[in-house]
């Protein structure tokens, strides 16, 4: 199986690169990234073009590793003793299967999408390193080993907010996807707005890069807000002119809100703007 990208995602040289090195060395593959640069959408659309199911677990803050496995309903039974159910006996009518579960189960190859590692506690990586390099694991309620009928093509997400454990990153193909370039951008809106006029994607992105390239910063917009805001623009019918000045940096982008997302942003842009229109 190798990934050659899709009509419906671009994905770099490199990036198609990771994704094929990690399938032969059947290991994890890591993806790192700003938020907003397609992290999750690579596991899906390498699920769609080699045609294989797609599982996702989403990690939250109080997600457990023992979840992904499974979970034992100790509720459900108890309520079941209280009511005579005659399922009360047998414990694995209580046992729920998780995601990983769910991926070693199947029939056929899936991929596992293990999303925003970092979210987790600390310890979460570390607590999957077994299940992740054997596929396998043990259901000690009902004393069953669990293993993989196929390894899934695992893609593990993060957001670099928590260092993962040395551990963990050794097990795993590491890829780290830069900030697209205005080449790449132009692709990938050509993916989005086929057809788009080139002189207002032209305008859009110089706009664009010189909000981004603002410095201080606390949040640079992102690939999928720069969709956003140009679907905006497309939207209430935002001519390029609107876009230009002699002086870019003197007006601030209408539809801003689509790319500042916290009031600092927004003042230190309007501040900016405020400076640039004194005379010197």
């Known amino acids: 199986m190798r990934f050659e990208g899709s009509g419906s995602y671009v994905a770099t040289d490199d990036l198609k690169l990771a994704v094929n090195a990690a399938i032969t060395l059947r290991r994890p593959l890591l993806v790192k990234g700003e938020p907003g640069t397609g992290k999750t959408m690579l596991a899906e659309q390498v699920a769609a073009s080699l045609g294989l199911p797609l599982l996702e677990w989403h990690v939250k803050s109080t997600t457990k590793a023992q979840q992904g496995l499974y979970e034992y309903d100790a509720v459900s039974r108890l309520r079941d003793s ?9 414990i694995a009518n209580y046992i729920v299967r998780g995601t990983l579960w769910e991926a070693f189960a199947s029939d056929t190859p899936v991929v596992l999408l293990i999303d925003e590692i970092d979210k ?4 979460f990586p570390n607590d999957l390193l077994r299940e992740l390099d054997r596929m396998e694991f043990h259901v000690y309620e009902t004393r069953e080993l669990v293993r993989a009928r196929h390894r899934p093509i695992v893609f593990i997400t993060s957001n670099n907010e928590k260092e993962l454990p040395d551990a963990f990153l050794r097990r795993c193909f590491f890829h780290y996807i830069r900030f697209p370039d ?7 809106v050509e993916v989005h707005f086929p057809g788009i006029r080139k002189e207002l994607l032209r305008a859009a992105l110089e706009s664009f890069f010189e909000v981004r390239e603002t410095p201080g910063l606390k949040k640079k917009p992102s690939t999928s807000e720069f969709l956003d ?4 623009l497309l939207a209430e019918d935002i001519g390029p ?40």
Request: no cysteine; glycine share 4%.
């Open 82 to 90: 209280q009511l005579g159910e005659s399922r009360v006996h047998d």
């Open 120 to 123: 987790a506690d600390i310890e």
């Open 182 to 188: 205005k080449e790449t951008l132009e692709r990938i």
């Open 229 to 232: 805001w140009l679907k905006l």
């Open 241 to 280: 002119e609107l876009l230009r000045s002699k002086d870019r940096k003197s007006i601030i982008p209408p539809m801003h809100g689509a790319l500042l997302k916290n009031e600092q942003d927004v003042h230190l842009f309007e501040r900016l703007v405020f400076l640039s229109r004194q005379p010197r």
